[in-house]
């Protein structure tokens, strides 16, 4: 059974950064692919960013790409989300989630029934 903890949420001014953090423990952490999912009050929770499991491949929101960036450790079994340029849309829980896809593409890595384990959430609030 794998453990997805996340840290680095928090309050920042629209134009500002944070950079998100997944421990994962309890698992083969190497071989997951993983994902940053996010969801805002009232709305449906939507995909933010995923790397395969060994980072060669990422994948991205539209409304994202260019301010985040998603990476891995994963000789420290970390995932992160680097956010710049945070605007107010981007308030959101996000969690991260790993497992073992069985498929490719962004069609496949965008899909949160894809991905077995699932972390919390961490609140990530822009202001304006």
């Known amino acids: 059974q794998v453990r997805l903890v996340e840290f680095g949420g928090g309050l920042v001014q629209a134009g500002g950064s944070l950079r998100l953090s997944c421990a994962a423990s309890?698992?083969?952490?190497?071989?997951?692919?993983v994902a940053w999912f996010r969801q805002a009050p009232g709305k449906d929770r939507e995909f933010v960013a995923a790397s395969t499991w060994g980072g060669d491949e990422t994948y991205y929101k539209a409304s994202v790409k260019g301010r985040f960036t998603i990476s891995r450790d994963n000789a420290k079994n970390t995932a992160y989300l680097q956010m710049n340029s945070l605007k107010p849309e981007d308030t959101a829980v996000y969690s991260c989630?790993?497992?073992?896809?069985?498929?490719?593409?962004?069609?496949?890595?965008?899909?949160?029934?894809?991905?077995?384990?699932w972390g919390q959430g961490t609140q990530v609030t822009v202001s304006s």
């Open positions: 309890g698992g083969t952490f190497s071989s997951y692919a």
């Open positions: 989630a790993a497992g073992v896809l069985f498929c490719s593409g962004y069609g496949c890595y965008d899909r949160y029934p894809e991905y077995d384990y």
